[in-house]
């Protein structure tokens, strides 16, 4: 994978976001926690999923924590990071 | 006016097909407000009233067009209200008022028109109010965004959009090859009949317990579900707790070991879309196996769900269920009953499961009371004839245990009341 910026990382799960939740992409807000967005259990393992496949990731495999999950913009930053 | 039905909810009218048939009563729950206050009778009967002549969809029913696909017949007759009141005057309080509905839950509706019976309970300074629905009209979030709209004033009452859906007669091949991918998973998964409890005497009536967690128990299971589950696996925790719960039911009844199979429905579309869409089925399904015996292993079994939730997304199972279900129209109920019935062998899941999230309710009031509570209790007929469920209002949780009554003994519904109580 080239390497991304963080701003490119968030536009990529956001808009993955919003596809999985069928609501517009403006209704995402990078910075605010997940639960808050409406997401659940089904469409954060969708969101996982996507992660993984996308930017070739093992998210299990990794040193990522529980608090690295809680927004779009912790997420991203953190997957820039293990792909530095 | 027609509006096509989509794959699941023909999986959904032939679960009502098979509760019809079984018990005289269809797939139906019932949505309860707990109100504090008295909403005047008079104004809830014109609201509704008014409600269900806006709504034309509300007094339809299925039928088959002449491209063999089944549509839902919106036709402009609106059927007349079905609202029971009720006045209790005694300290017995909700426990009589969750008698009364779990009696309105085994009366089949009275035509074939009607999908809605309403509930209103007054119970001294608070007031229940129960909607009876269909299911093969409107899902659990649906019923929520419906009370929602409800709760408007008339006037304000939005254009639906759900009552547009195409055909679906297209892109078969894409269909053909969801139904392989969940031919295999399935095949797979329901291999040998799962562990279900038998009825120890013939009936068909239903048997209810609600558990209403306060807003500090909620957050004490948010936080012990984050804890050994991870951010946003409330859904998987709840699961694992009830499966760890009923094996100790099924391994004292000394059932015969096999796995449990348990059907999880799933919707994950955001609360403004529910709104805008609240009628017909928006779901799809995740099905989880649990080896005898591993169930009584909290740990083991959380783990179990959450590899098989993450293959099951990863392969795309819950998309592939709704796209293959489509394939499945062109069959007659009877025909589908009979399918479903061989490919589970009789035995459909050990117990239903379900998980709704934040209720998509949002208003403060009802008619001027305020809402205290929301509550969903669906109906569970054979089989499995038993369920636990969860929702969530403003962030404090519900948990119902649906059956059919006989299915569980008295001590036995003790205890898994004592379980769930036991999760704060």
Redesign the interface.
Known sequence: MEKKKIEEIEEEISQRLASIMSCARSRIECDKPLHTLGVDSLSFVELLVFIEKEFDLKLMETTIDKEDFKTIHSLALCISKIKK | MKRYLSGIDWVINTLDYLGRRRSGVGNISQIVLELLGRPEEKDLRKRLDNCLKAIPALSGYPKRAVNLCPYWKVSGRSYPLALNVYNLDNDSGFTEALSIFRDQLDKPFRNKREHLVFNLIYCRDKTYFGMVFDHRLIDARGAEAFLSMLAQEPQELSPLNSLEEPSNLNRWLDKFRSGRKINRVFLHLTAGKPRVLTLRQNSSNSRLSVFAFSAQESRVIADNS?KSA???????YLLAKSIVCLHSIFEQRKILPADYLIPVS?D??????VKQEPFFNHLSF?LFRIKTEEAHDFAVVLDKIRKQ??EQ??IGL?EAIKEASFLIRIAPLPLVDFFMRVMTKGETASFAFS?L??SVFAPDTFLGAKVCNLLHLPRIPLPPGLGIFFNQYQGRLNATLSSVKGLLSESEVKQVDEYLKGLA
């Open positions: 984050y991870g951010y946003l696996m409330l859904m998987p799933v994950s579309r955001a609360s403004d879309l995740f939730m993450y997304v990863k819950p998980f999230g934040e």
